[in-house]
C-alpha cells in the first residue's frame, strides 16, 4: 500500500517536473517599443545622441535595416497586438483620441492572448493607447495578466494627467489623471517620472516571476513622446546641443538607454536572459517638432515618407545561432509581423482559423533567409468621404518587392528632409507640384525618396494601383467616432477611464 502511494506520488512529481520542464524550454519574450524615436536618434545609426545600452544591444544582435511600423502611435500598436492591417480593423484614421469611443476590435485575439494559450503569462507595462471607452478594451482584458500604464497616447511625465484632444471646442479644458495598476488608478506615482516608475515595475515582475513559467514582457515606454520632460541631470549631459528641444529629446532617450540596461540587467539576475528573446522597436518616426529627427529619411511622424515609418529595430537573444548574431538583416519586416512571429515562430504554437497580415519571420530572422512577405500595405486612409472605389486623392502607400507606390497626400508638408538642427547641413527641398498625388519610388535603390520615377514607368504605377484597388474593395470602413462628453474626467472623479 504504502509503496502504491510511493509510486503514484513519483509519478505525480514526474509529470510536474516533465511539465515544467516543457514550458521553460519557451523562450521569454521582451518586447520594447520605444514611442516616437526617430531613425537618427540611435547611437547606432550615427545620432549624435548617447545610447550605448541600446547600441550594445543591437551590434550583438540582428540589426532590421528594411524594417517597417506604421506612421503613428495607435496604428503601429493596432496592428502589433493584432496581426492585421487597418483596412481590416477600422482603424486606418488617425490615432484613437481620448473621449473617442473606439478600441481595437474585441473580437481580434491579441499576440497575448496567443501566448497566455501557449501558457505564458503576460504582463504589459506602458502606453496602452489602443481605446478604453468600455472594460471589455482594457489591456487586462485583451490578454495580459497584468497591467500597469496609462491608456491615452500621452501626458505628463510626472503628474500622470492630460487635457483631452480637442475634437469638441471645450475638451482641450478636460484634465484627467491617467495611470493604472490594472484596473485601479495608481495615485500614489504623481510626481514620479514615467521612465523610473515603469522600470521598477518591470524589475519587480522579473524579479517575482518563476522561473519554470515562460513570460511575455509587453514594454511600450512612454519616452521619448513629447511632452519634453526630463530630470535636469538627464538633460545637462547634452551642453553641446544648442537646440532646446533637441538638447531634452536628447536627455531623454540617454534616460530610456539606461531603463534599458536596467531590464536586461535585471533579467540576467534573475537568470532567465539566456532564455529570452528581446526586440525593440519603435512606434513610429520620430516627430522633428519635438526633438525627434530621421535624416537622411524623408518625412517624419503621420506620414507614409520613409521619414515617418522606417523603423528602428532589431532582435537580441542568445537563442539566435552564432552566423547571424552581430549581423544586418535586410530583408522586409513590418510590424504585423510580430504577431505570428512569435506566436508561432518563438512559441511555437499553431496559428490555425486564425486570419492574420502578418507573416512568421522567424526563420527570415535566425537564418537570414529570404523574407515570405513580398508585399506591404503601408495603409490607406479615405477618412472621411470614404468614395464607393479608390482613387489617387486617397492617401496610400504601398510597396512591392523595390518599388513603392504613394498616393494621395503623404504628410510631412510634401515630404521635407530635416536634418538635425545646427548641424550644419543645408535641407534639401522638395519641388512643390500642385495637384500631384502620385509618386514612385525604388525604395531599395534610393531608401531617400528623392527620385520620383512615376511617369518614367507608367507600367509600374498602373500595376501597383490595381493592387490598391483590391486592398481597398476589401477594406472595413473607417471607425472615427466624435468625442462625446461622457468621457470628461469631471465625471469620473477626475480620471481617464472606461464610461460606458
Ligand atoms: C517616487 O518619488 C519618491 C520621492 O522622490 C521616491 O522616494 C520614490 O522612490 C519614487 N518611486 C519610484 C517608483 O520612482
Ligand atoms: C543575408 O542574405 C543576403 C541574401 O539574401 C545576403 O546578401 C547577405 O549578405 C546575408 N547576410 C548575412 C549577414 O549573411
Ligand atoms: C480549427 O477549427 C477546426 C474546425 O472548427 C477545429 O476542428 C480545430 O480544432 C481548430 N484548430 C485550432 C488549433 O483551434
Ligand atoms: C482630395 O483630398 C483632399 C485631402 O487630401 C481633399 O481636401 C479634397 O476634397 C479631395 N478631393 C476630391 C476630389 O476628392
Ligand atoms: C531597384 O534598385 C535595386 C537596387 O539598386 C536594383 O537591383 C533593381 O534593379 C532596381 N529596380 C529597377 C526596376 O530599376
Redesign the pocket.
Known amino acids: 500500500m504504502k509503496l502504491a502511494l510511493f509510486f503514484i506520488n513519483l509519478i505525480i512529481i514526474s509529470n510536474v517536473c516533465s511539465k515544467k520542464i516543457i514550458q521553460s524550454t519557451k523562450p521569454n519574450i521582451v518586447f520594447i517599443l520605444i514611442d516616437d524615436l526617430g531613425y537618427n536618434d540611435v547611437g547606432y545609426h550615427g545620432s549624435e545622441i548617447y545610447t550605448p545600452n541600446i547600441d550594445k544591444l543591437a551590434r550583438e544582435g540582428v540589426r532590421l535595416e528594411n524594417y517597417y511600423v506604421q506612421p503613428i502611435c495607435t496604428p503601429t500598436r493596432s496592428q502589433l497586438l493584432s496581426g492585421r492591417y487597418q483596412i481590416h480593423t477600422g482603424l486606418q484614421h488617425s490615432y484613437i483620441r481620448p473621449a473617442q469611443p473606439l478600441c481595437l476590435p474585441t473580437n481580434l485575439p491579441t499576440f497575448a492572448d496567443k501566448l497566455r494559450e501557449a501558457g505564458y503569462a503576460t504582463h504589459a507595462v506602458g502606453k496602452w493607447h489602443l481605446g478604453f471607452y468600455k472594460k471589455e478594451c482594457l489591456p487586462t482584458q485583451r490578454g495580459f495578466d497584468s497591467y500597469f500604464g496609462y491608456l491615452t497616447g500621452g501626458e505628463d511625465y510626472w503628474t500622470h494627467h492630460r487635457a483631452g484632444d480637442g475634437l469638441l471646442p471645450n475638451s482641450n479644458h478636460w484634465l484627467g489623471m491617467d495611470l493604472w495598476d490594472n484596473e485601479k488608478v495608481a495615485w500614489e506615482y504623481v510626481g514620479n517620472y514615467s521612465a523610473f516608475v515603469f522600470t521598477e515595475k518591470i524589475q519587480q515582475i522579473v524579479a517575482q516571476h518563476p522561473v519554470e513559467q515562460p513570460f511575455l514582457l509587453y514594454l511600450p515606454f512612454q519616452s521619448v513622446h513629447s511632452p519634453l520632460q526630463v530630470p535636469s541631470s538627464y538633460e545637462e549631459r547634452y551642453k553641446n546641443i544648442k537646440n532646446t528641444n533637441r538638447r531634452i529629446y536628447a536627455g531623454m532617450m540617454t534616460c530610456l538607454d539606461e531603463a534599458v540596461g536596467k531590464i536586461v540587467h535585471s533579467l540576467q539576475q534573475a537568470g532567465v536572459w539566456d532564455n529570452t528573446v528581446l526586440i525593440f522597436s519603435t512606434d513610429n518616426g520620430g516627430e522633428v517638432a519635438a526633438g525627434g529627427n530621421n535624416w537622411p529619411l524623408r518625412g517624419w511622424k503621420r506620414s507614409i515618407w520613409e521619414g515617418g515609418m522606417r523603423g528602428v529595430g532589431f532582435v537580441n537573444s542568445r537563442l539566435l545561432p552564432a552566423s547571424v548574431q552581430g549581423t544586418v538583416n535586410k530583408q522586409l519586416i513590418h510590424v504585423s509581423d510580430w504577431f505570428p512571429t512569435l506566436v508561432q515562430g518563438v512559441a511555437g504554437s499553431s496559428l490555425d482559423n486564425i486570419t492574420l497580415d502578418g507573416f512568421n519571420m522567424w526563420k527570415t530572422i535566425s537564418s537570414n533567409t529570404s523574407s515570405p512577405r513580398q508585399e506591404l500595405l503601408h495603409n490607406m486612409d479615405p477618412w472621411p468621404?470614404q468614395?464607393k472605389e479608390f482613387?489617387a486623392?486617397i492617401?496610400a502607400a504601398i510597396r512591392v518587392g523595390h518599388w513603392k507606390l504613394l498616393t494621395?497626400?503623404p504628410g510631412s508638408n510634401n515630404g521635407q528632409w530635416i536634418p538635425v538642427p545646427d548641424s550644419g547641413i543645408i535641407p534639401i527641398h522638395p519641388l512643390k507640384i500642385t495637384g500631384k498625388d502620385t509618386w514612385l519610388f525604388n525604395i531599395t535603390a534610393d531608401p531617400n525618396e528623392y527620385h520620383d520615377l512615376s511617369t518614367s514607368h507608367p507600367e509600374v504605377v498602373e500595376e501597383l494601383m490595381a493592387k490598391l484597388k483590391k486592398y481597398y474593395a476589401d477594406s472595413v470602413p473607417v471607425q472615427y467616432p466624435s468625442e462625446v462628453e461622457e468621457a470628461n474626467p469631471a465625471y469620473h472623479q477626475g480620471v481617464w477611464g472606461p464610461w460606458q
Open positions: 468621404n468614395p482613387n486623392n492617401s494621395g497626400d
